[in-house]
């Protein structure tokens, strides 16, 4: 058996691979989970009772719900059979009867059609006794609404490097939500079979978690519950969690009936229902030497959880792992804990912390360099990790060089230096319009935080015509696992790539498997693909050293073909050796099972090596902002990233545009807003659709978009050498960040320090360009703290850090020494 990143000659991983559900896609041909529910007879509709209040205990009169022709039940507390509960901290109650934010689900009807149901619900009456509600973070930490674990990570002596570095700031910092806004919204269908049993499909991230969802509110054991996944139309981590609860309503629902059960949220219902990528509030201190190296954090970590846990707690953690991100800070105390509102759960969403933990150092930064008198390149560059360097929690940095090398390259392919004299030359010219010109690192862990997510299983099956059927744990969303798993699987069998076929996920094929998440789904499926193909590849050489004379050891299979080393002598066809083997009675199949080695994580202390490896890549953007409205375009992006020796290249250059696409929207365009008032719609949210809420689209792709997978990136280790390359990419988009802020500041004075709201949307880089002018003499004076060194022995005076009603932030400055 091979090397787990060893390649046989004549690969078919590496090639760049069609999807393997392209042509379904473009033709509209696709079958989602709403589709099969389509394709089905007697099937009823479920529709939410929903709270309009954001706050309050509800008691529910469902009778005039019945009198609606069409009606056919009200599913309420009452009828479930087991656990009325739909997560796995136990904190969301399916059926509440405390409406815990404005369009919590608090009952659902069962329609013969969508209309029925839907005016079915409307007739439900809802009495409503109000309680007080929380609706931002401030709020939540003035009212101490915390919940789950508070974590904290220390490194050094963080207190003691701060009082003795040249250079002190200290600040907040906010970074808003994102609506994962996938094509297909959440839909589950189920059917009572003629067993008993139940058969659930479910846009899922995590069948396995939903099948044990949907059995406890059944009450009744795992095994008598299928789960299945045929696709989803994107997840972006909103379905690794959330779907649960509504694939239980609707197998509670057939099980009343003993009619299937469909249900699919409109896209209001998606947008208001369903949590979001997790806002955070950081407020923060950070020392600085004489030369600009980072001496010393010190940083509280503020999450909105939304009304219950999820999966905020290791969201948290996971922040609190890449408030480094890929820099070398010798003292660190980063402390988080979780808000709880009056909003929706908020959930994973690709990325799942990092970025928000990666904002807060490069905001820092960015924030930092005029004060310093640096340029942010210089500021970023001095402050990379280098080899033998460790994080805050205890992993060593491995191959800590490439950050340096993809830098270098990424500086000298783009012409950044030669541009950068443009840019400032275009400045001097033009006083309304301004440029900026940024680059900025990332450094992501890839690997579950929660060591025992980390494994995988697999069952591949040969048929005796020589074609090959795989089932693997992972879950398709149209990042293209399942097209580079037939290439995992075509490799190791040596046949070709229409050889092979993928079966549907389902949890009566392989058991217990871990969320599609966390970038590793390629590297944990792969992994039990490989093995298990190498195990029938073994008993199918030992049969086809019989057939050509020679050792077994001496066989080779590639496209298709079996032959003796060397090439030499006759070949058979991949076909020709299974059709003997069967004859021979050996095993056409084989279940694989795959763990990742060599992790080891201590929840208590925060102190580990929990990541495989890291995954790193650069970006240099440029953009250009009318000072007048404070709109924006992306003249350029050029993109190195690393994703070790690429799978599928097409596949892996996709994820990469699309994750810094998606980082743009999060840091420059989506805006969520909720009614934080004190009237009758408190708690709404207010950004409830696409007219709504700004997503990216074909006007804010940059101009000129240049991106390449870094060469020579081997990761030992992982299957055939690839590295994971869903959720890194969306932290490139933090150069586009950093480029408004280059722009921003050009309109005012030099050293200055730019403060951007996030999401940077025109109308923030409006109110910065404002106060940017206002700071050079050209408007009224901005609300800036001042850096200030006061007569006390040369010792930093502490300063309040604030956050304006803009939801600008705000820093005060301290210094010493300099």
Known sequence: ???????????????????????????????????????????????????????????????????????????????????????????????????????HALAWVLGETPEAARLGAAAVVVSYESLPSLITVPEAIQAGSFQGKALTIERGDAASALSSSAVVLEGVSECGGQEHFSLETHAAFAVREPDGRYFVESSTQHPSETQEIVAHVLGVASSEVTVQCLRMGGGFGGKEMQPHGFAAIAALGAKLTGRPVRLRLTRAQDITMTGKRHPFHMSWRVGFDADGRLQALEATLTSDGGWSLDLSEPVLGRALCHVDNAYWIPNVRVHGRVAKTNKPSNTAFRGFGGPQG????????????????????????????????????????????????????????????????????????????????????????????????????????????GSVLINHGGTEMGQGLHTKMLQVAATALGVELHQVRLAPTRTDKVPNTSA??????????????????????????????????????????????????????????????????????????????????????????????????????????????????????????????????????????????????????????????????????????????????????LSEMPEEFHVRLFDDAREDGAVYGSKAVGEPPLLLAFSAREALRQAVGAFGPQRRSVELASPATPEAVFWAVEAARAADGHGAEPRQAEASVDGNGGKPRTAEASVDDSGTSETGLLTAGR
């Not at 078919?12 to 509209?28: F, N």
């Not at 033998?388 to 491995?398: D, E, F, I, L, R």
């Not at 240099?620 to 690393?642: C, K, P, Q, S, W």
């Not at 008032?677 to 949210?685: M, S």
């Open 516 to 697: 599609t998440a966390a970038s590793s789904s390629a590297d944990l499926n792969g992994g039990a693909i490989k093995i298990a193909c190498e195990e029938i590849r073994g008993r199918l050489a030992a049969v086809a050293g019989r057939l050509l004379g020679v050792d077994e050891r001496d066989v080779r299979f590639s496209g298709g073909e079996v032959f003796a080393l060397g090439g030499t002598g006759p070949r058979l066809t991949f076909a020709e050796v299974v059709a003997a083997a069967y004859l021979q009675r050996v095993q056409l199949f084989a279940a694989g099972y795959y763990r990742t080695e060599g992790l080891h994580w201590d929840a208590d202390r925060q102190q580990g090596s929990p990541f495989k490896y890291f995954a790193y890549g650069c970006a240099a953007t440029e953009v250009e902002v009318d000072g007048f409205t404070g709109a924006y375009r992306l003249r350029r992006v050029d993109i190195v990233h690393d994703a070790g020796d690429s799978l599928s290249p097409r596949l892996d250059l996709g994820q990469v545009e699309g994750g810094f696409v998606q980082g743009v929207g999060w840091l420059t365009l989506e805006e969520l807003r909720w009614d934080d008032g004190d009237g009758p719609a408190r708690g709404r949210l207010q950004t409830p659709s696409a007219s709504t809420y700004k997503l990216p689209s």
């Open 1 to 103: 058996m091979s090397g787990l990143a060893d390649r046989p000659e004549n690969p078919v991983v590496g090639r760049p691979a069609v999807h393997e559900s392209a042509a379904l896609h473009v033709t509209g041909a696709a079958v989602y989970t709403d589709d099969l529910a389509a394709r089905a007879h007697g099937v009823l509709t479920a529709w939410p009772v929903a709270s309009t209040s954001a706050h309050a205990r509800v008691t529910l009169d469902v009778g005039p719900a019945a009198a609606v022709p069409g009606v056919v039940r009200v599913l309420t507390a009452d009828d479930v059979p087991g656990v009325n509960d739909a997560g796995v901290k136990h904190d969301e109650p399916l059926f509440p009867s405390e409406a815990m934010f404005h369009g």
């Open 358 to 465: 990666s904002f807060l150092i490069e905001d820092i930064l960015g924030r930092a360099a005029p004060v310093l008198g640096l340029d942010p390149l210089e500021l970023r560059e001095k402050n990379f990790y280098r080899p033998g360097q460790s994080t805050h929690y205890g992993q060593p940095v491995k191959d800590a060089e490439r950050i340096s090398v993809i830098w270098n390259q990424l500086r000298a392919e783009s012409d950044l230096d030669a541009r950068l004299r443009e840019v400032a030359q275009f400045n001097a010219a033009h006083p309304d319009r301004k440029r900026g010109l940024a680059m900025t690192p990332v450094k992501f862990g890839i690997s579950f935080t929660f060591t025992s997510f980390n494994q995988a299983g697999a069952l591949v099956i040969v048929y005796r015509d």
